[in-house]
């Protein structure tokens, strides 16, 4: 479980400010949320300050889309074992592969329950660093 005292920090990626409202609402009390609307946007955020410990993100984004997105947080170094995690409704089952391939760790779907997200998200979390 996480620790309470330590919350970790979760980078939310989506143009849509009500979408970002929710997950804050629902992984507040498990993360310390941080949130971008754009590729370009979540690029800067997840180099700056502390290095986010999961980041969560739309394919469908303005400027640089999702998949580009982690195409460039796999080429820097302090971000490459940084859990990547797809929430979307928008993507064909061929780039799956593609998305593995670049370490993607889970897609899950839009809509969601947002119970059983935030528990999606504590069991990736708790995989990926015990």
């Known amino acids: ?8 920090t979760v980078l939310v990626v989506d143009d849509t400010p009500e979408n970002i409202d929710i997950l804050k609402g629902i992984l507040g009390p498990y993360f310390s ?6 590729g370009e ?6 180099r ?13 984004l303005p400027q640089m889309d999702g998949i ?5 947080l796999a080429d820097l170094v302090d971000l490459q074992q940084t859990p990547v995690v797809f929430l979307t409704g ?9 998305l593995r391939q670049l370490g ?15 528990t999606q ?9 015990g």
């Open 1 to 8: 479980m996480l620790a309470e005292d330590d919350p970790k």
């Open 33 to 38: 949320v941080r949130a971008a609307t754009s």
């Open 41 to 46: 946007t979540a690029l800067k955020a997840a």
């Open 48 to 60: 700056a300050g502390r290095r986010p410990d999961l980041i969560l993100l739309d394919v469908m």
């Open 68 to 72: 580009e997105l982690v195409r460039q």
């Open 90 to 98: 928008h993507l064909q089952p061929e780039r799956l592969q593609e």
């Open 104 to 118: 993607v760790r889970q897609v899950l779907g839009k809509p969601f329950d947002p119970l059983q997200l935030a």
């Open 121 to 129: 998200l504590r069991q990736i979390w708790e995989a990926e660093h």
